[in-house]
T-cell receptor
Framework: DTEVTQTPKHLVMGMTNKKSLKCEQH?????MYWYKQKAKKPPELMFV???????INESVPSRFSPECPNSSLLNLHLHALQPEDSALYLC????????????FGPGTRLTVT | AQRVTQPEKLLSVFKGAPVELKCNYS??????LFWYVQYSRQRLQLLLR??SRESIKGFTADLNKGETSFHLKKPFAQEEDSAMYYC?????????????FGQGTRLTINP
């Protein structure tokens, strides 16, 4: 398996809902990433996990809560989101924790109503 | 501040013509730079990285530290090259990698 998978593909949630995004890779990669991408903009880094430990949090609001239960799985828990959080959320992974190619998933298209 | 600039949002060339997508960076250390590409309805993927010095799909990119540039070039464009191209700078923060992307250039190859 040489791909990063993300579920769900699309998600619509209200501002009071709690939902989670899931990302999986079975390539033995040691670093995993969450990015947010707004329309016609580049991806912006949110979180980085290295060896299942949170290494970088780009001052993301606490309504986004990442979790890395094991080396293959990365979750993003969402609670009390705002409409401006609507975006494409991308997951990526890399073999090494630094200086390596990142493999991206197809993304989850999130709409907050 | 570390920054990547891609001055052209849109670039349109004819098939068979040379292509150059510009990328300039701002970084005080020794940069590690990548070009990522996103074809229509496909995921973002690596095109090439400067340390490998490879040619992928006919594209090359040379790091010019004097001009702080990492322009992407191809001598003869093909229609399948139409895509969104991002230049990215890799930073090491607390032992982990952060990619800083430029704003992207949408390349269209006309038949």
């Amino acid at each position: 398996d040489t791909e990063v998978t993300q579920t769900p593909k699309h998600l619509v949630m209200g501002m009071t809902n709690k939902k989670s995004l899931k990302c999986e890779q079975h390539m033995g990669h040691r670093a995993m990433y969450w990015y947010k991408q707004k329309a016609k903009k580049p991806p912006e880094l949110m979180f980085v996990y290295s060896y299942e430990k949170l290494s970088i949090n780009e001052s993301v609001p606490s309504r986004f809560s990442p979790e890395c239960p094991n080396s293959s799985l990365l979750n993003l828990h969402l609670h009390a989101l705002q409409p401006e959080d609507s975006a494409l959320y991308l997951c990526a992974s890399s073999r090494a924790t630094v200086g390596d190619e990142q493999y991206f998933g197809p993304g989850t298209r999130l709409t907050v109503t | 501040a570390q920054r990547v600039t891609q001055p052209e949002k849109l670039l349109s060339v004819f098939k068979g013509a040379p292509v150059e997508l510009k990328c300039n960076y701002s970084y005080s250390g020794s940069p590690e730079l990548f070009w990522y590409v996103q074809y229509s309805r496909q995921r973002l993927q690596l095109l090439l990285r400067h340390i490998s010095r490879e040619s992928i799909k006919g594209f090359t990119a040379d790091l010019n530290k004097g001009e702080t540039s990492f322009h992407l070039k191809k001598p003869f464009a093909q229609e399948e090259d139409s895509a969104m191209y991002y230049c990215a700078l890799s930073l090491i923060i607390q032992g982990a990698q952060k990619l800083v992307f430029g704003q992207g250039t949408r390349l269209t190859i006309n038949p």
